[in-house]
């Protein structure tokens, strides 16, 4: 009949009842937040490591780039060497200053062209031929900013030109060519390189084809660009640029980053660095997608955890739910039954193990909100250390974060079994006759705290469970049992703290109480500070179905299978209670062991 009724009522769509509530949303809730937790974590250490990264890569661009532009200084400065003797006479057409410059761009792949222009424009001597032809360059910008007088300074870099001959792109690089009087005469050194260069060294870092690095002026003059190469002369960075904020700062750090927008949808990441010594920055674009999928990867795990742990939560809750609403139906039927029909004193004792049974199950669901805490914060500790196992650099490192693995998963296992246990049906429902065993009062005593850790009764609640002396007889009871009646009567001295408290429970050995037969008795003590009860209150507390909680939040049935164990095992219960002083449960039980 009860398996009938249980299985009738799992097979219905069950509504989420009142006193279950909360412990639904705790289903729900606990492993979002572990999550939402483990996802900022592991985004922290995600974007950590792409700066590392990212910092690595323009580092060896900035190395490769600044080797290419000492190139060009140190051809300039060759050139101005050799022909600081000369006069501009001797320069015009000079055969040993042509064939000078042949060698050294013949010896240097970076430098296309070499030339010194005279003051009046023309192009003294140059590598391509020993008699330059003859063409004005003073409206050229390289040539325009090294007037006369020119005190030697940075060396200028023009934006990309385009040949007129064979469309190749060019930078021109100039300095000035120095008078005896150490300042310029008006003459320019001159040399020229391909922006390819540059970006064939971008090619050999980049990881994927959306990331790229950039050459820029102070001015935002584009140099140099990969994957997409400088397509017009003169093109410079979009005014809305994110690298923008780079050329604007007064004194950039040796690297700085700058995001835009949602990296994990199409937001932008970009680090850059001034190149030493040149008024020029290095800009690197990260493709957004290596950042999403190193994120990704590394959530998959937490992610699943949570799910199966939300999984196990919604199922017990469901189960528990629907068992002790299906319980509570059929035990209710059969009380009524048996006690019109005048059923046996064996049946009636097995109707009153149920509704033991069916009220520990309810007190369990009332503490289920922090146990599913307690199973929370284990969760959190195994995903945690997961993470760190597999970034873990050595094995011994590995190995310490798997140990506290292995001890959370214990806890967790012991946990469940503890739940399983005081949930589990009671063997004489099924017909089996288990004798009782002597059980130690400090175990089970043991047993109920650990259930009861982690704030199972409230947060400000303080439960005190007192030694248990050496000397204290066993007693001959099913430890489940006991068990179920502590844990009822914690619950009810917590509901009678609304505001708070202390809860303590001690374990002292006495001889036999008036009304029980001689002999040693081990009397427990469940003591609450709250609120007490008035006289007409106490005058049926125990007795079975009365309450004074609100509906939905109590059965009755508490107190009045407390006193039905007492009885059943040969001893009593007793109640002391005053209105606002608080309320002593005490249980007297012989020493079986």
Request: charge should be neutral; glycine fraction near 8%.
């Amino acid at each position: 009949m009860a398996e009938h009724v249980i299985r009738a009522a799992r097979a219905r769509r069950l509504p989420i009842r009142a006193e279950f509530a909360r412990l639904w949303a705790a289903a729900v809730l606990l492993p979002l937040l572990a999550v939402a937790a483990a996802g900022t974590w592991t985004w922290n250490n995600v974007m950590d490591a792409t700066r590392g990264e990212m910092a690595r890569s323009i580092d060896m661009v900035h190395e490769q780039v600044l080797r290419g532009l000492e190139t060009q200084e140190a051809v300039l400065a060759a050139i101005d060497a050799f022909l600081a003797p000369l006069g501009w006479d001797e320069i015009h057409g000079s055969v040993p200053a042509y064939q000078f410059m042949r060698r050294i761009t013949a010896a240097t792949p970076t430098v296309e062209t070499l030339g010194v222009v005279d003051p009046a424009g023309f192009i003294a001597a140059g590598n391509e031929t020993a008699t330059p032809p003859r063409i004005n360059l003073l409206f050229r910008d390289y040539i325009k900013a090294w007037p006369v007088g020119s005190k030697p300074g940075r060396t200028y870099f023009s934006a990309v030109t385009f040949s007129r001959t064979d469309g190749r792109r060019h930078v021109y690089v100039s300095r000035p060519h120095l008078g005896p009087d150490g300042l310029g005469d008006g003459g320019v050194l001159v040399a020229t390189f391909a922006p390819g260069n540059f970006e064939a060294a971008f090619a050999g870092v980049v990881q994927t084809r959306r990331t790229g690095f950039s050459l820029v002026l102070d001015d935002a003059t584009l140099l140099a660009r990969f994957p997409a190469p400088v397509a017009r002369e003169g093109e410079r960075l979009a005014p809305d640029d994110l690298a923008m904020q780079a050329l604007r700062r007064d004194a950039p750090s040796k690297i700085a980053f700058f995001t835009q927008g949602w990296l994990l949808a199409d937001g932008e990441l970009i680090a850059t660095r001034p190149v030493a010594n040149y008024t020029m920055h290095i800009i690197h674009r990260l493709d957004p997608a290596v950042v999403q999928g190193q994120y990704y990867r590394q959530m998959l795990s937490p992610t699943l955890a949570a799910a199966a742990a939300m999984a196990l939560l919604l199922a017990l809750t469901a189960r528990t739910q629907a068992h002790t609403l299906a319980e509570r139906a059929h035990l209710h039927q059969r009380m009524a039954s048996a006690e019109a029909d005048a059923a046996t004193a064996t049946e009636r004792a097995a109707f009153e193990a149920r509704m033991r049974q069916s009220e520990n199950i309810v007190a369990l669901g009332q503490i289920s909100a922090g146990i599913a805490h307690d199973f929370n914060n284990l969760l959190q500790a195994i995903i945690l250390h997961s993470e760190q196992a597999q970034a873990a650099p050595t094995l011994d490192a590995a190995r310490r974060a798997a140990t506290v693995i292995r001890a959370a998963s214990d806890r967790g296992i012991g946990l469940t079994r503890r739940l399983l246990d005081m949930t589990r049906r009671d063997p004489r429902r099924t017909g089996e006759i288990v004798p009782p065993l002597p059980q130690a009062v400090a175990q089970v005593l043991d047993n109920v705290a650990a259930l009861l850790s982690g704030g199972a009764l409230g947060a400000d609640i303080t439960l005190r469970i007192a030694p248990v002396p050496d000397d204290t007889p066993k007693l001959r009871v099913t430890a489940p049992e006991l068990e179920a009646v502590l844990i009822n009567l914690l619950v009810n001295a917590r509901d009678a703290m609304p505001t708070g408290g202390t809860i303590t429970v001690e374990t002292t050995t006495t001889d036999a109480p008036a009304g029980l037969d001689a002999g040693r008795y081990v009397r427990i003590d469940v003591r609450d500070s709250g609120i007490g009860m008035k006289p007409d209150t106490l005058a049926c507390a125990g007795e079975a179905f009365f309450t004074t909680k609100p509906s939905g939040q109590g059965t009755g049935l508490g107190l009045s299978m407390a006193r039905g164990f007492a009885r059943g095992a040969g001893g009593m219960l007793n109640i002391d209670s005053r209105e606002g002083g608080g309320t002593l449960v005490t249980i007297y039980l012989p020493g079986g062991g």
